[in-house]
């Protein structure tokens, strides 16, 4: 069967329709096509981005030109209120503390996100535990509670029904209440509860400051994303021992 492409006239083998003709323009030939196992695409500056390699994915700095939420105001782990601070720690339920996740496990992001909140009770910062219940179900699945002791008298605890915890719970305003405007974000999963927490905190004028170590993804390579992709251009990447560091050099706790 033949059909007219331009000035040029194109068979197809007996039997094909010119819709599954594959005519061998220039255009088709040469058209750039990417890797069956690496989709990559290049962001503004060059930098090639969405590859399954996390050591595609060049750290951003987290200057001001770099971020996507401009702010005047200093966001490094060195510039840290205590007073004006919050620890919201996303998740940290017994039955997802147990999930596989990467590049940490369950414990190890539990046990470094004890270790912040420790250090912030001790200097007068507001915690915020958060655990996630599904909605509309009378009873939750086995394990839905928070992992024990995570949470101290004093702490903000929240209940949420979405993946965000600012979404439907009063987060915002219970903060808000305290001083705070600045939030340290930790827990699981980096990329679900996490994220989208830190994405809210941006949308209702919050400085965020992300605890990379104390969180862990679903898998290596959505965590590195996230990190090192998203993050930075909202606030800015942290590890525990930076943070613990710029605490301590805060003062003498709060007592």
């Known amino acids: 069967m033949c059909f007219q492409l331009g000035e040029t006239t194109k068979c197809s083998p007996e039997g094909d329709s ?20 690496v989709q990559a695409w290049t962001d503004r500056d060059g930098l090639a981005y969405g590859g399954r390699d996390a050591s595609e994915h ?9 971020r996507l939420v401009p702010d005047d105001r200093e966001t490094s782990p060195a510039a840290v209120d205590p007073a004006s601070t919050a620890l919201v720690l996303i998740d940290l339920m017994p039955r997802i503390v147990a999930l596989p996740t ?32 599904r909605p509309g179900r009378a009873e939750q699945p086995p ?49 679900f509860g996490v ?30 994303f996230s990190t090192r992709r998203i993050f930075p251009r909202l606030g800015t990447v942290t590890t525990v021992d930076e943070l613990l560091a710029a605490l301590a050099a805060t003062g003498d706790p709060a007592t």
């Open 58 to 66: 060049p750290k951003l700095p987290a200057s001001q030109g770099d």
């Open 195 to 224: 994220e989208s927490t830190g994405r809210a905190a941006v949308d209702h004028g919050y400085r965020v400051v992300y605890v990379e170590d104390a969180m862990a993804g679903f898998e290596g390579d959505a965590h590195e």
């Open 18 to 37: 010119p819709a599954l003709a594959r005519p061998d323009t220039d255009v088709e030939r040469d058209r750039p096509r990417p890797s069956a196992s």
């Open 102 to 133: 990467a590049p940490l496990d369950g414990r190890a992001v539990l046990a470094n996100c004890q270790r912040l909140a420790e250090a912030f009770r001790a200097r007068g910062s507001t915690v915020v535990p958060v655990r996630v219940e």
């Open 143 to 191: 394990s839905s509670e928070l992992v024990p002791d995570l949470a101290a008298p004093g702490d903000v605890l929240i209940v949420k029904r979405a993946i965000s915890a600012f979404h439907g719970t009063g987060l915002d305003e219970r903060l808000r209440a305290r001083g705070v405007d600045t939030v340290v974000l930790a827990g699981l999963v980096t990329n």
